[in-house]
C-alpha cells in the first residue's frame, strides 16, 4: 500500500510541476525515485543509473532517428517557405466565408505530412490572424482552430501519418503506421466533424454576440503585414511545396506494405541485431526511408545555398533534442515506476477492467498516463512499455488484430493528454497570445473531448466488427 501511495504522489507531483513549467528533464528522475524512496525495496543510485538511464538510452536509439528526422525535414519546410505557402493555397481555395475550416485543414495537411506540431503552429499563426482579423472571428478561437487540425486526427488516428503518437505502437504490436485504416478514417471523421461543429457554434456565437477580432497592438498589426507581404514575395509554386508531403505519405506507404515485407531479415534474428523480427522494424525503418527521400527533394527543390541549407539542417537537428529527451525521461520514470512492488497491483487492477475486451483497458491505461504526464507520446510510451506485451498477448488470443490495439492505443494517447497542464497546449496559447482563461475551453473540447468520443466510437466498432 505504501508503494502505491508513493506511486500516486509521484504522478501527482510530476502533473502539478510540469503545469507549472518545471522542466520534464529534471521532474522525471526526481519523481521516479521519490517513488522508489516510498517503496523501499530499491536502491536509489543503482535505480537511477540501471533502471531509468538505462531506460532513457533505449528509448532514444530506438526513436532518435524520427524525432530527428522529423525536426529537420520540418525546418526545411519552414525555412522554404514551403509549409507556409501550403497553408496560404488552402485559405485561398477555400475563401473568407471558410475561415475556420481553412486553417484547420491548413494543420491537418502540414501534420499529415510529417511537419512537427510546434513547426506547425508557428507557420500557420500569421496566416490564421490575418484571415480571422479579416472574417471578424474572435482571435481566442485560433488556438482551437490550429489545436483540431494539428493535435488531434492527424496526430493519432489517419492511416499512416509520420506523427511519433503513430509510431510509438509498432514495435510492441508488430504493425506499420497505416494500421487499420477505416477505423483511423472513421476515428478522424468523428474528431473533424464534431470539432467544426463546435468551432461553427462558437463562431456563430460570438456573431449573436458582437464579438469581433478584437484589437490588435498597431506595431503587431504592421509586422503582421510585413511578414505577409514578405512570406507572399518568396513562396516556392504549390506543386513543389506539396511534392515533399506528398513523398512522405505515399513512400511510406509503399515502403511498409509492398517492399520491406518481402526483404529476407532472418539476420536480426542474430543477438548483433538485438534479436528481433522485421515486423517489429518494417514501419521504423518504411518512415525514416520515406523522410529521407522527402529530405533530399525537398533540398534539391527549395535549397541552393548552401550556408542556408546548413543553417537549417542545424537548427532542425537542435529542435529536435528537447523533445525526444523529455519523452524519454518520461520512458525511463515508467520503466521505474513499473519495478515497484506496488506498480504489480495497479497493473493487475488496470488489465483487470473488461477482462473480456483488452481495447479498453488499453484505451483507459493511455489515456491515464497521458493525463498524469501531461504528454501523449509520453503517456503512451509508458503504457506500452509496461503493458504493450499483455495486451498484445491478450489480444492474440482474444482474436483482436494486433492493428486495431495499434490504432485504440494511438487515438487513446491524443485524448486527456491535452489538459492545461500539456506543454504543447501552453506554448499554443503563448504563441497565439492568448490566455488559459480567454481559449483553453475551446482547446479541451477539440483536443480532449473530441478524440475521446472518436476512441470510444472506434473500440465500439472494432469490437464488433473486428479490424479494417
Not at 530499491?42 to 535505480?47: C, D, E, G, S, V
Not at 475550416?101 to 491548413?106: D, H, N, R, Y
Request: with cysteine.
Amino acid at each position: 500500500m505504501v508503494s502505491i501511495v508513493g506511486i500516486v504522489l509521484s504522478l501527482l507531483l510530476l502533473m502539478y510541476l510540469a503545469y507549472r513549467d518545471v522542466s520534464v528533464l529534471v521532474l522525471a528522475p526526481l519523481c521516479a525515485l521519490m517513488a522508489v524512496l516510498f517503496d523501499g525495496n530499491l536502491p536509489l543510485l543503482a535505480t537511477y543509473t540501471q533502471i531509468f538511464m538505462v531506460s532513457v538510452g533505449q528509448f532514444i536509439s530506438a526513436f532518435f532517428p524520427l524525432f530527428l528526422l522529423g525536426a529537420i525535414f520540418g525546418k526545411l519546410m519552414e525555412d522554404s517557405g514551403a509549409a507556409a505557402k501550403i497553408a496560404d493555397v488552402i485559405i485561398q481555395r477555400l475563401g473568407k466565408q471558410r475561415t475556420m475550416m481553412a486553417v484547420v485543414l491548413s494543420c491537418a495537411i502540414l501534420t499529415y505530412g510529417g511537419v512537427s506540431l510546434f513547426v506547425v503552429v508557428f507557420a500557420v499563426f500569421p496566416l490564421a490572424s490575418s484571415l480571422f482579423q479579416q472574417a471578424n472571428i474572435p482571435r481566442r478561437l485560433i488556438p482551437a482552430a490550429i489545436a483540431l487540425g494539428s493535435f488531434t486526427f492527424t496526430m493519432t488516428a489517419m492511416p499512416g501519418t509520420p506523427q511519433i503518437q503513430n509510431q510509438i505502437p509498432m514495435q510492441f504490436f508488430r504493425t506499420n503506421s497505416f494500421a487499420a485504416p477505416g477505423l483511423g478514417l472513421i476515428g478522424s471523421l468523428i474528431m473533424f466533424s464534431l470539432g467544426m461543429l463546435w468551432l461553427n457554434s462558437r463562431v456563430a456565437a460570438a456573431k449573436r454576440n458582437e464579438e469581433g477580432f478584437g484589437l490588435s497592438p498597431k506595431s503587431e498589426v504592421e509586422a503582421e503585414d510585413g511578414n505577409s507581404k514578405k512570406v507572399d514575395e518568396n513562396l516556392p509554386s504549390t506543386a513543389s511545396a506539396f511534392a515533399p508531403l506528398i513523398c512522405v505519405i505515399g513512400l511510406n506507404f509503399i515502403l511498409s506494405q509492398y517492399v520491406i515485407p518481402t526483404w529476407n531479415a532472418d539476420y536480426l534474428a542474430s543477438e548483433q541485431f538485438g534479436k528481433t523480427e522485421l515486423a517489429r522494424v518494417l514501419g521504423t525503418w518504411s518512415t525514416i526511408l520515406s523522410l529521407v527521400s522527402a529530405l533530399v527533394l525537398t533540398i534539391a527543390l527549395h535549397f541552393r545555398s548552401v550556408q542556408k541549407l546548413k543553417d537549417s539542417l542545424a537548427l532542425g537537428a537542435q529542435s529536435s533534442l528537447l523533445p525526444v529527451f523529455n519523452t524519454a525521461c518520461e520512458y525511463g520514470y515508467g520503466n521505474t515506476i513499473k519495478s515497484l512492488a506496488g506498480f504489480a497491483v495497479v497493473q493487475k487492477f488496470v488489465t483487470g477492467i473488461a477482462p473480456g475486451n483488452p481495447l479498453i483497458s488499453e484505451a483507459i491505461a493511455v489515456n491515464s498516463l497521458a493525463a498524469m504526464t501531461g504528454s501523449a507520446s509520453g503517456g503512451l510510451s509508458i503504457a506500452l512499455k509496461t503493458l504493450g506485451e499483455t495486451y498484445y498477448q491478450r489480444g492474440i488470443e482474444a482474436g483482436i488484430n494486433p492493428e486495431l490495439l495499434h490504432r485504440v492505443a494511438s487515438m487513446a494517447c491524443g485524448g486527456l493528454d491535452s489538459l492545461p497542464h500539456n506543454g504543447a497546449v501552453i506554448t499554443l496559447l503563448l504563441i497565439c497570445g492568448v490566455t488559459h482563461r480567454q481559449g483553453y475551453k475551446d482547446v479541451g473540447m477539440v483536443s480532449v473531448l473530441c478524440p475521446v468520443a472518436a476512441t470510444v466510437t472506434v473500440i465500439f466498432l472494432g469490437t464488433i466488427f473486428g479490424s479494417f
